[in-house]
Structure formats: C-alpha cells, structure tokens
Nanobody, 114 residues
Framework: QVQLAESGGGLVHQGGSLTLSCVTS????????ISWYRQRPGQPLEVVAW????????DYPDFTKARFTVTRDNDKRTSTLQMNNLNPEDTAVYYC???????WGRGTQVTVSP
C-alpha cells in the first residue's frame, strides 16, 4: 500500500521558517520524483516544488524560488521542504505527491501570522 505522510506544519510569524517532511512507504521511492503542492483557502492546488527521483534536479515556481528548498533522502524514503521568509500568503495546507501518480499525503497545515 502506497503511503505518504506530511508533517512539520504549524503556526509561524511572518519572516519565519518551517521545515516540512514527507515520509513514504509502499513503493520504490528512488524511482519517482516528489512534488510538493499547497492549497490556500478558497484557491486551487498549486505546485510549490519538485525534486527528481535521484535528487539531482529541482524546480520551483517563481513565488517560491529562493525561499523554498526541496531535498530528499532516498535511504530514509523522505523528502523535506525547507521554507524560509514565510509570509501570510503562504498560509495553506501543504501536500506531497508521488510525481505522476494519484498518490498523495493528507497534508499539513501551515499558518503564517502577520
């Protein structure tokens, strides 16, 4: 059974940082990329970061580039999303996904106060 589980969300003040983790099981982790998404209140899902299967390539949209960093540890079957210089517009539920599939975690809430 494929499982992904996010953790590390919480409440942080503007300008602060959070580190999210995505722990996986049930599939060959090193064969798939990991995508991170978020859903802000009343808004559609949007991708915030992607990392390739071997971790050699990453990609970010402009609004997270230079603030977010995605990494992975294939031995621990885990991906990490480091988020810096957070602002209230980053308030959302954050999800990880096995790239190219319908396998998602349940999400972790990130709230950034002014």
């Amino acid at each position: 059974q494929v499982q992904l589980a996010e953790s590390g969300g919480g409440l942080v003040h503007q300008g602060g940082s959070l580190t999210l983790s995505c722990v996986t099981s049930g599939y060959p982790f090193k064969e798939y990329g990991i995508s991170w998404y978020r859903q802000r209140p009343g808004q559609p899902l949007e991708v915030v970061a992607w990392i390739s299967s071997a971790g050699l390539n990453t990609d970010y949209p402009d609004f997270t580039k230079a603030r977010f960093t995605v990494t992975r540890d294939n031995d621990k079957r885990t991906s990490t999303l480091q988020m810096n210089n957070l602002n209230p517009e980053d308030t959302a539920v954050y999800y990880c996904r096995r790239s190219g599939t319908d396998s998602w975690g349940r999400g972790t809430q990130v709230t950034v106060s002014p």
